[in-house]
């Protein structure tokens, strides 16, 4: 059986989804599979992001993460994203990220593979769910294979009970959240092992 490879996408504005995609990412690579660990670019205008300090000191502690490409979409057989919620869906740099890949998805080469998400929010009810339903919605489109953690195990009780994918309260990702995180990466890895066999 052929090792699973995954792509880790995430981005970032604070670090809780940085640390979500570097514990996931940690997680698939300890349950066999070859990871790719990557980051969709920074939209936002410099001057915003110079403006914020918290904000450019966390793109500067990403700076050595790759940038997300094709290639890596293509690369993968199996997807693990990461962002956070804006209002009900998505951060604007993930969606930008995701609508440039039309000419993959035209040439069928986003289809068949699992994926799952997860997200966070400054709030408790602060759109997550929406969020991560809106994404599975994308991937619905590609032909993607949804493997959400739904109630498969303890830890996704513990860490709140999304059973859409884990979701985080800005800056407060703990101990139970790493460990829904491991479970919904090892689901991942599990799930691509199997549709690659």
Do not use: C
């Amino acid at each position: 059986m052929s090792t699973p490879k995954i792509a880790v996408i995430f981005y970032s504005t604070y670090g809780t989804n940085h640390a979500v995609a570097t514990a996931a990412a940690e997680a698939a690579e300890a349950a066999g599979a070859e990871v790719r660990l990557r980051r969709v670019p920074e939209t936002a205008p410099p001057e915003v992001v110079e403006g914020q300090a918290p904000w450019k000191a966390q793109l500067e502690k990403m700076s050595g993460i790759p940038e997300v490409s094709h290639e890596d979409m293509e690369w993968a057989g199996g997807y693990f994203f990461s962002a956070p919620t804006r209002y009900g869906v998505v951060a604007s740099q993930m969606r930008a990220f995701i609508d440039t890949l039309g000419g993959l998805w035209s040439q069928g080469k986003l289809a068949d593979k699992p994926v799952t998400a997860t997200t966070s929010a400054g709030n408790t009810h602060g759109g997550q769910e929406a969020t991560l339903l809106s994404l599975y919605t994308t991937f619905m489109h590609w032909g993607a294979i949804l493997v959400p953690p739904g109630y498969t195990a303890q830890a996704i009780h513990d860490a709140g009970g999304n059973p859409y994918g884990y979701s985080a309260k800005a800056g407060e990702f703990d101990a139970a959240g790493k460990a829904a995180v491991v479970h919904q990466a090892t689901r991942l890895v599990e799930f691509t092992k199997r549709l690659a066999g």
